[in-house]
C-alpha cells in the first residue's frame, strides 16, 4: 500500500500543472444536488469530489443538462466529464469512461396510486401494456436489460427533457402513469415530492448497473489514471 501512494502522490505532482477539468452534473437527487454554497454533493457527487481531492487534479463543477453534456463531450474542446453516467457502446464511441463510481440499486418504477397493475407484473409486461402512459427522460439510457425490451413495445411511451422531480410531478398530477429509476432514487423523489405514489418492484429487474464518469478525450491518460486510483483506494476502504 506504501508503494501505490507513493507511485500515487508521483503522478498527482505531475498533474499539478495540468489544466482544469469540468465535472458537469444535471440535478439529480440523491445522486447529484447543488448545496447552499456553490458545492455539489450526493450519493455519487461525494464520492467523485473524494476521488478528486485525493488526485490534486484542479477541477470545478457545473451543472449542465444531460442532452448538453452528450454535445459538449462529442466536441471533445475540453477537459470535460459527466459525472454518474451509464457506459453504452454510443458513448463509448465519443467518450472514455473512468472505473465505476457507484452501482446502482436495481430498477423500479414511480407509479400513479389509481393505476392497476398485477402483483408480480414483470418489466416485460408493462412494456407490452397498451393503456401505460410511461415517461422516459430524453438523453437517458435505462440499462441493457431495459434498452432490449424496448426494441418493440406497445406502451404509450413519452419522451420529456425535464429533469425527474417535473416527471414524478406529471405523475402525481394524472399526465402519466409510471417512470422508472433505480431504487434509491424512487424512494428519495417519492418521499420528497408526493408520498401519495407508488413504488413498483420487478420479479424480472436485474441487477443495477455501474455508473462512471463519462469524460472527453481531452482528458489526457495520465488525469485519468489518477481518478482511476482514487476511486479504487476509495473503493478499497
Known amino acids: 500500500m506504501r508503494l501505490f501512494w507513493l507511485a500515487l502522490a508521483g503522478l498527482a505532482a505531475a498533474a499539478q500543472a495540468q489544466e482544469s477539468v469540468t465535472l458537469h452534473y444535471y440535478e439529480r437527487p440523491p445522486y447529484a444536488m447543488p448545496g447552499l454554497e456553490g458545492d ?23 451543472q449542465t443538462p444531460a442532452k448538453r453534456l452528450l454535445a459538449l463531450i462529442e466536441s471533445n474542446r475540453g477537459r470535460d466529464c459527466g459525472v454518474g453516467w451509464y457506459k453504452t457502446p454510443e458513448r463509448e464511441l465519443i467518450a472514455q469512461f473512468s472505473k465505476p463510481v457507484y452501482i446502482d440499486h436495481p430498477a423500479v418504477a414511480i407509479v400513479r396510486p389509481s393505476f392497476g397493475l398485477a402483483p408480480g ?54 399526465r402519466a402513469d409510471m417512470m422508472f429509476g433505480p431504487q434509491e432514487e424512487a424512494r428519495y423523489l417519492v418521499s420528497h415530492v408526493d408520498p401519495s405514489l407508488r413504488i413498483l418492484n420487478f420479479p424480472d429487474a436485474p441487477a443495477g448497473e455501474a455508473r462512471y464518469l463519462m469524460c472527453s478525450k481531452r482528458v489526457d491518460p495520465l488525469t485519468l489514471a489518477l481518478i482511476n486510483a482514487a476511486l479504487d483506494a476509495r473503493a478499497g476502504k
Open 40 to 62: 455539489v454533493g450526493g450519493l455519487i457527487a461525494d464520492r467523485v469530489t473524494q476521488a478528486m481531492t485525493r488526485t490534486t487534479v484542479p477541477f470545478s463543477w457545473r
Open 121 to 174: 407484473t414483470t418489466l416485460r409486461q408493462v412494456f407490452d401494456d397498451p393503456r401505460l402512459r410511461l415517461l422516459m427522460k430524453d438523453g437517458l439510457t435505462y440499462g441493457a436489460y431495459m434498452r432490449g425490451l424496448m426494441a418493440s413495445y406497445r406502451a404509450q411511451v413519452q419522451v420529456v427533457t425535464v429533469e425527474q422531480v417535473q416527471m414524478v410531478r406529471m405523475i402525481a398530477a394524472g
